[in-house]
């Protein structure tokens, strides 16, 4: 699965737990059913055979982060195989809520005491695709916890092993590091402080544009 040019688009949205990739996502999807355009929607963990399993993994307090780092980047391969790469070469738009930065970030920080890098999960993961194109949305874990609770979708007692405050503000200052250690022209950085419309309009003007220049969007 080395290929790396495809008639569709892979764009990818990640960030904090609770940043609002997930609302963007489905807001984009659905503005694209709309307008006829070929669009798939995904996200990771996956739906699939193994994404059900790593789901059923995080779950547990005590896996070992080695095991974490390996099932997060099992379930990738698969979900390229089996779903994102079908799509693209069919010329589908694909938005995927999370993807292999999100490893490159949880998955080393969380293992940093265990003898875990970036250069090692970067390896385990060179098997998979490499997106088009990366939204980051950047916001206080506090504002994004809050969101959460208000919505009623969070509460401390049920909080997942990885939306630990400190740990949150970790994760975002890693996101921030990719996004500045890498090019614009396949990052960008939004403040998700905002409400879900502003947000829709700076990411829907992007992903226009780069859908026009790619020839998908006329
Ligand atoms: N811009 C926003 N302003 C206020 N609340 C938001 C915003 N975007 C999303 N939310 C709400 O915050 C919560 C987390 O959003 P969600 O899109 O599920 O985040 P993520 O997928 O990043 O975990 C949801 O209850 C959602 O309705
Ligand atoms: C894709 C991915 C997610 N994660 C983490 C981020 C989330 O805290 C958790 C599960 O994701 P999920 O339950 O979908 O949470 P969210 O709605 O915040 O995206 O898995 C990793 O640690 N590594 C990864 O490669």
């Known amino acids: 699965m080395t290929r790396q040019s495809w008639a569709g688009f892979f764009l990818v949205l990640d960030g904090i737990d609770g940043c609002g990739k997930s609302t963007q996502a489905k ?26 399993i790593l789901r059923k993994y995080l779950k547990k307090d005590q ?14 391969i698969e979900h390229c195989h089996d779903e994102i790469l079908p799509a693209l070469n069919d010329g589908k738009l694909v938005i995927s809520d999370r993807y292999r930065d999100s490893s490159y970030i949880y998955q080393s ?11 090692w999960i970067e390896s385990i993961n060179k098997f998979s695709l490499t997106p088009d194109f990366t939204i980051i949305f950047d916001i206080d874990p506090k504002i994004a916890l809050k969101r959460r609770i208000t919505h009623n979708t969070e509460n401390q ?4 092993k990885f939306e630990e405050i400190n740990f949150q503000y ?11 250690h890498n090019p614009k022209e ?12 502003q947000i829709f309009a700076i990411v829907l003007k992007k992903i226009n544009h780069l859908l026009k220049t790619k020839g998908i969007l006329l």
Do not use: C, W
């Not at 984009?28 to 193994?50: A, C």
């Not at 920080?109 to 250069?119: L, S």
């Not at 007692?157 to 997942?160: A, G, K, L, N």
């Open 186 to 197: 396949k990052y960008l950085i939004i403040d998700a402080d905002q409400s879900p419309d």
């Open 109 to 119: 920080i969380q293992g940093k005491n265990d003898g875990i890098n970036r250069a």
């Open 27 to 52: 807001n984009l999807y659905h503005h694209f059913r709309k307008m006829n355009q070929k669009v798939h929607i995904t996200t990771e963990p996956s739906q699939g055979d193994l994404g059900q």
């Open 157 to 160: 007692e049920e909080m997942d």
């Open 63 to 76: 896996n070992p982060p080695q095991l974490d780092a390996l099932l997060f980047a099992a379930d990738r």
């Open 170 to 180: 970790e994760i975002r200052k890693g996101f921030k590091e990719i996004v500045a």
